[in-house]
């Protein structure tokens, strides 16, 4: 797919809006920037022209940059309308690509103008502007407990008008085409996270401590839908100012540890525990183990060989563990429909994970293969339930809470419904 390109127009008085001066400090731009990095998103600023295009058109570059970009981000301010080059050259430019339709606009008011001003850029200010109304975003980012929900807001809104572009005829489709959110530890790890967490293996407890975008929270509902410790407020743990609600907090966040501990450490304490079915053990083979030794050497390019040959042999532990690696386009080229398939083959011969990952795909719909269906992922969730997945169960509850198919009178024919975990 081609990248999508994001020009920025601004002052050279706002680039502390676009530059970064010091380590510590990191500006809206390169912010943005950070969120889609790894993915097929360009961002343009004329910084660009100063590191690679010495001696060249500045003016000539700068015009041919905007034609070529999809989205225009223009950063308002005082110093943005009294600019002679942006108001007579680049604005116009933009304009002119905006009317025709091949540029999006996304206008950010950075700073107050005044209202003589606003009238030669009216065109602008009759779009929607971010904030919402006329505080301009200097005023919110001396709180930081505002000014990360207004950064969300923008990262949402440039996702959405990414979206419309990649994906013209579904706009309330997820596309395949859509650039992924970047992943910021090594996805191996996240991949044996949740593996082992599947399996019973560990509980994965995950303290939210800053606000995530609309675009990212799909990858990890899994882990959203479990034990996420946030504050009562919704907000994230960082913006828990006040030294007493810090303090309660900490010891919310205590006592689910050591309630962890204690199940761990005296599983048969709890007059509430119930025994639940063991999650199936994924039988072995002579290529499945050497799969494993190689990729636990990181030789990932023959360890797939072996896995594939493996699940050809329909081993449903390598036929889950390639569905992963498919899904997630890991070591091997991003496949969703031949996920589902791995997926479906290992969850009819009881794969617990398999099952898992089946309805996480029928949930939030991967495809032409596997559309949005909430029958089908409860079916699947509940197949893992059964056998004692909690992940699962939790996830069977999400839905019931999200009015997702499930029925209060669904879970209360479910053995496992009254354990503990759930329950509370």
């Given at each position: 797919m081609?990248?999508i390109?994001?020009?920025?127009s601004?002052?050279?008085y706002?680039k502390?809006w676009?530059?970064r001066k010091n380590?510590?400090d990191?500006?809206?731009?390169?912010?943005?920037?950070?969120q889609f990095k790894?993915?097929?998103?360009?961002?343009?600023?004329?910084?660009?022209?100063?590191e690679n295009?010495?001696?060249?058109d500045?003016g000539?570059?700068i015009k041919?940059?905007?034609?070529?970009s999809?989205i225009a981000i223009?950063?308002?301010?005082q110093d943005?309308v009294t600019s002679k080059?942006?108001?007579?050259e680049?604005l116009?430019w933009?304009?002119?690509s905006?009317q025709?339709?091949e540029?999006?606009?996304i206008p950010?008011?950075?700073?107050?103008i005044?209202?003589?001003?606003?009238?030669?850029i009216?065109w602008?200010?009759?779009l929607q502007?971010?904030p919402g109304?006329?505080?301009p975003l200097?005023?919110?980012?001396k709180?930081?407990?505002?000014?990360?929900?207004?950064?969300i807001?923008i990262?949402?809104?440039?996702t959405?008008e990414?979206?419309?572009?990649?994906?013209?005829?579904?706009?309330?489709t997820?596309?395949?085409?859509l650039?992924?959110?970047?992943?910021?530890i090594?996805e191996?790890?996240?991949l044996?996270?949740?593996?082992?967490g599947e399996?019973?293996?560990?509980?994965?407890?995950?303290?939210?401590?800053e606000?995530?975008?609309?675009?990212f929270?799909k990858?990890v509902?899994?882990?959203l839908?479990?034990?996420v410790m946030q504050?009562?407020?919704?907000s994230?743990?960082?913006?828990s100012?006040?030294?007493?609600?810090?303090?309660s907090m900490?010891?919310?966040?205590?006592k689910?540890?050591?309630d962890?501990?204690e199940?761990i450490?005296?599983p048969?304490?709890s007059d509430n525990?119930i025994?639940?079915?063991?999650?199936a053990v994924?039988?072995?083979?002579k290529?499945?183990?050497?799969?494993?030794?190689?990729y636990r050497?990181?030789?990932f390019?023959?360890?797939?060989?072996?896995y594939k040959?493996s699940a050809?042999n329909?081993n449903?532990?390598a036929?889950?563990?390639?569905g992963?690696?498919?899904?997630?386009g890991?070591?091997?080229?991003e496949?969703?429909?031949?996920?589902a398939?791995?997926?479906?083959?290992?969850?009819?011969?009881?794969?617990?994970?398999?099952?898992?990952?089946?309805g996480?795909?029928y949930?939030?719909?991967?495809?032409?293969?596997?559309?949005?269906?909430?029958?089908?992922?409860a079916?699947y969730f509940?197949m893992?339930?059964l056998?004692?997945?909690?992940?699962a169960q939790?996830s069977l509850?999400?839905?019931y809470?999200k009015?997702?198919?499930?029925?209060?009178?669904f879970?209360?024919?479910?053995?496992?419904?009254k354990?503990?975990?759930?329950t509370?």
């Amino acid at each position: 797919m081609e990248k999508i390109k994001i020009f920025v127009s601004y002052s050279h008085y706002d680039k502390q809006w676009v530059r970064r001066k010091n380590k510590k400090d990191e500006p809206l731009i390169p912010w943005l920037i950070r969120q889609f990095k790894g993915d097929d998103v360009q961002f343009w600023t004329d910084s660009v022209l100063e590191e690679n295009h010495v001696g060249e058109d500045f003016g000539m570059n700068i015009k041919d940059s905007i034609q070529n970009s999809h989205i225009a981000i223009l950063l308002l301010s005082q110093d943005f309308v009294t600019s002679k080059y942006i108001q007579t050259e680049e604005l116009p430019w933009i304009k002119e690509s905006f009317q025709k339709g091949e540029i999006k606009i996304i206008p950010l008011l950075i700073d107050r103008i005044g209202d003589e001003f606003k009238e030669q850029i009216q065109w602008i200010f009759d779009l929607q502007i971010v904030p919402g109304s006329d505080d301009p975003l200097i005023d919110y980012r001396k709180d930081e407990t505002i000014w990360s929900p207004i950064r969300i807001k923008i990262l949402n809104l440039i996702t959405a008008e990414i979206k419309k572009i990649t994906n013209p005829q579904s706009p309330d489709t997820a596309s395949s085409d859509l650039p992924q959110p970047p992943v910021y530890i090594k996805e191996e790890e996240l991949l044996q996270i949740k593996e082992e967490g599947e399996k019973g293996n560990f509980t994965v407890l995950s303290p939210l401590i800053e606000r995530m975008g609309e675009r990212f929270i799909k990858e990890v509902q899994w882990i959203l839908d479990s034990q996420v410790m946030q504050s009562d407020s919704d907000s994230p743990l960082n913006h828990s100012t006040s030294e007493n609600r810090w303090s309660s907090m900490r010891k919310k966040l205590l006592k689910i540890i050591t309630d962890e501990v204690e199940k761990i450490t005296q599983p048969q304490s709890s007059d509430n525990s119930i025994d639940l079915p063991q999650p199936a053990v994924c039988g072995g083979t002579k290529e499945l183990e050497e799969a494993k030794k190689l990729y636990r050497r990181g030789d990932f390019k023959p360890a797939v060989e072996w896995y594939k040959k493996s699940a050809e042999n329909n081993n449903p532990e390598a036929q889950n563990f390639l569905g992963d690696l498919f899904s997630r386009g890991l070591h091997v080229p991003e496949n969703k429909k031949k996920a589902a398939e791995l997926y479906e083959k290992a969850a009819k011969q009881g794969n617990i994970c398999a099952q898992f990952a089946l309805g996480g795909f029928y949930r939030f719909g991967e495809g032409a293969h596997t559309p949005r269906n909430y029958e089908q992922a409860a079916k699947y969730f509940n197949m893992a339930a059964l056998q004692g997945h909690q992940q699962a169960q939790k996830s069977l509850v999400a839905m019931y809470n999200k009015q997702q198919y499930v029925t209060l009178d669904f879970l209360e024919k479910q053995s496992w419904y009254k354990t503990e975990t759930i329950t509370n």
